[in-house]
């Protein structure tokens, strides 16, 4: 009597050839689920929908990377008014918040200067009473200067009307605005209502600071005036801020001179 064949040699006869894949299809198993949890899932991003889950080796969803910002924020530069100061100064009585909004003085200017032109748009804030064909000749006086920044050729000025102003054909605004207003205008500055600034394309005077003048002017409006106008409208040519080169110098026009002359002497042009 021959002996009772093994549990293996059972399970041999039983199945056969099966008996053999089975252990091998559960190593393969095994393996394929190891080489799944160690290299990722690659997506053609480019044909999905900007939104759709992209899926990862662990099935997990992960939201897709948002659109990219396209919005450009306005260009800014002003002078940060100073702490403590009031806006109110001096004896000379200006408006401290018109409406918050702007008129266009409706006049066009002879070109002013060689080079190449940079037509301008002037505006001044509703509510403010300032002549507004007063101001504008003041901006033309100062740009046509040829110590201005016209100088030697350099660019030349011109001012344009409302038609313009519409349409957008102009290089930069200077504007006429009221302490009061100067967030409204130059949002983010931080001018304090105390400092003029430019924002974006315009050129923000603060009607404060045209009435009165700065400290360091010591009463000279007519000058600071000039100054200003220059400064801010340096600000939109694309030029930044100097610093002073050193006691008894004469100011760079783009030194913040309403915070203080550090020692330099006052000057309202860019070639002086």
Sequence with gaps: MSPRPGRLRR??????????????LAVATVLTLGQMAFVPVTTDAAAMPL???????????VAAPPAPVTAVPPALEGDAGPAGVPVATGAVAFTQKGTGTVSVVDATSPVFGTGP?????????KGIGVDGAAFARAVRSTLSDPRSWGHGGAMSFQQVGAAAAAAHRYDFKVAL?????????????????YTSCRYADRAVINLARWATAVP?????????RLYVVNHEVGHALGHHHEFCAGPGQIAPVMQQQTLGLKGCVKNAWPYP
């Design 51 to 61: 939104g759709t889950p992209v899926p990862t080796a662990i099935g997990t969803p």
């Design 177 to 193: 605005i009221s302490p009061g207003s100067m967030e409204v205008f130059c949002p983010g500055v931080g001018t304090g209502g």
């Design 117 to 125: 032109l940079k037509r301008f748009v002037v505006e001044t804030e």
């Design 11 to 24: 399970f041999l006869d039983a199945y056969g050839w099966r008996a053999y894949a089975i252990p091998l």
């Design 216 to 224: 360091d002017y010591q009463g000279d409006v007519a000058t600071y």
